[in-house]
């Protein structure tokens, strides 16, 4: 008989006197379950680290779930009769959308600074989850732990220098932090604004001027850097002093339909040139057999559209 796996309690993990980076924080799949639950009994954590929610993107995970259902269960634990989110609340919103009655869930008897804990480590390593609430996660998180920035590095995977980059955009005013927020502007455009933190109306002239000129975060850093070395410049004659590559145009992707137009408007140009008494027996049959395909699959779309009609 197989020995039975003992009970992994998390609250032994948690040492009061010394906290620590262990593993079994950064392994949700250690569970007290994964059920099934009444969606009407989940309810969200008021004081979980994301604070940024784009419904564009609920929208398009809404539409995911619809297709296959929600892939991964969301982490609850036990509250007052029902169970708060520690982990997953974009996954709950989406599940909403769709009207779901139930949602997958991992069940853990957690504590309120465990749950807190747990929760800022996974949105931590979600891509999604933007940098000023990724950087107030990983302050949140020291505070939580007490843990020295190389320990929290190492266990998240990051350098401590990637780290602090990232906290560090919490120095900036809140309104560029909002505009990361926002993606108006990303975080090596903050990481250069930074430099300018000592100089409040030039950091804000600075940010306005980058935003007008749709400048890249690494010309953002040659301007910094160039305002700095050169106090007596402005802002523009600063701007004028570095090499400005305009911008990439972004391809515009044709849909489908807008592509078999134009294909079609040129294979009828095509076709107009084509002399058949010009052509040798062989060229007539491939040319034959090729049109006959073209024939049957026009007719076949065709025939399609007439019946949706």
Same mark, same amino acid.
């Given at each position: ?89 974009? #996954?709950? #919103? ?31 390593? #979600? ?60 975080? #090596? ?121």
């Amino acid at each position: 008989m197989a020995k039975k796996k003992p009970n992994i309690v998390i609250e032994d993990i948690f040492k009061e006197k010394d906290r620590e980076l262990t593993d079994e924080l950064f392994d949700i799949t250690t569970s007290k379950g994964l059920v099934n639950i009444p969606i009407d009994k989940v309810f969200a954590n008021p004081n979980q680290p994301r604070k940024t929610f784009h419904n564009d993107t609920i929208s398009e995970l809404a539409e995911s779930i619809k297709e296959h259902g929600v892939l991964s269960p969301i982490i609850v634990r036990p509250l007052k009769g029902k169970y708060e989110i520690i982990a997953g609340e974009r #996954r709950y #919103r989406a599940a909403i959308q769709n009207e779901l009655k139930e949602i997958p869930a991992i069940i853990k008897k957690v504590s309120d600074d465990d749950a807190k804990i747990i929760s800022l480590i996974e949105n931590i390593q #979600r891509e999604d989850l933007n940098d000023i609430d990724r950087a107030a996660a990983l302050k949140e998180l020291k505070v939580n732990l007490g843990s020295p920035w190389e320990e929290i590095a190492r266990r998240l995977g990051l350098t401590k220098r990637r780290v602090l980059d990232l906290v560090g955009l919490l120095s900036l005013p809140e309104e560029i932090q909002d505009d990361i927020r926002q993606k108006k502007l990303t975080e #090596r455009h903050g990481r250069a604004l930074r430099q300018l933190v000592d100089q409040d109306e030039k950091l804000i002239q600075t940010t306005v001027f980058v935003k007008d000129k749709n400048l890249t975060g690494e010309q953002t850093q040659e301007l910094v850097q160039k305002i700095k070395s050169e106090p007596r410049f402005t802002i523009e004659e600063a701007y004028n002093t570095i090499k400005v590559v305009p911008p990439k145009l972004t391809p515009v992707k044709k849909e489908p339909i807008e592509i078999v137009i134009s294909e079609a408007e040129q294979l009828i140009k095509t076709l107009e040139e084509i002399k058949p008494a010009t052509l040798n027996k062989e060229s007539k049959k491939n040319l034959h057999i090729k049109l006959l395909e073209v024939q049957n699959k026009i007719k076949s779309i065709i025939k399609s559209i007439v019946t949706v009609g």
